[in-house]
């Protein structure tokens, strides 16, 4: 499965990549598709003073000595990138960490939404397509 989001306007200091995870999962999450979701992400650097930071502008990362992106889910990461200048070990481990925690409410406002949408899933399988029975699997 894939879902594409097309960003029709944005600001331009502002990248919009997170926030597209962020929408594409949930509606997925609304849609009945096997999804194993909420998932979100998050960019961080590192400001001025030092501190992490989330949903940084383009100026704020350029200057950044870390450009940090993290999709979660409520198990845990699923996957990082990063671009770094001269960034420590301690300092990327510290924006994971920080990553983790900036993605907490993402994944549970998609879980409330869901909630509140009233939305139930139609009881379907999917079942993949093989000429093989033995290694036909099934979700649902």
Do not use: H
């Not at 949930?26 to 998932?39: E, H, K, R, S």
Request: with cysteine.
């Amino acid at each position: 499965m894939q879902g594409v989001a097309s960003v029709l306007s944005m600001d331009p200091a502002f990248r919009p990549d997170m926030i597209a995870m962020i929408a594409m999962s949930t509606a997925l999450m609304l849609t009945g598709a096997p999804f194993d979701g909420p998932v979100a992400g998050v960019r961080v650097g590192i400001n001025e003073k030092g501190d992490y930071q989330a949903f940084m502008t383009a100026e704020e990362l350029n200057a950044s000595k870390l450009d940090l992106v993290v999709a979660a889910r409520e198990g845990g990461v699923m996957m990082v990138e990063a671009g770094a200048n001269e960034a420590t070990e301690e300092e990327v481990v510290a924006a994971l960490k920080f990553a983790e925690e900036a993605i907490k409410p993402a994944l549970a406002a998609q879980t409330e939404l869901v909630k509140r949408s009233g939305w139930k899933p139609p009881n379907m399988n999917w079942c993949s397509q093989t000429k093989n029975p033995k290694s036909r699997r099934c979700l649902g």
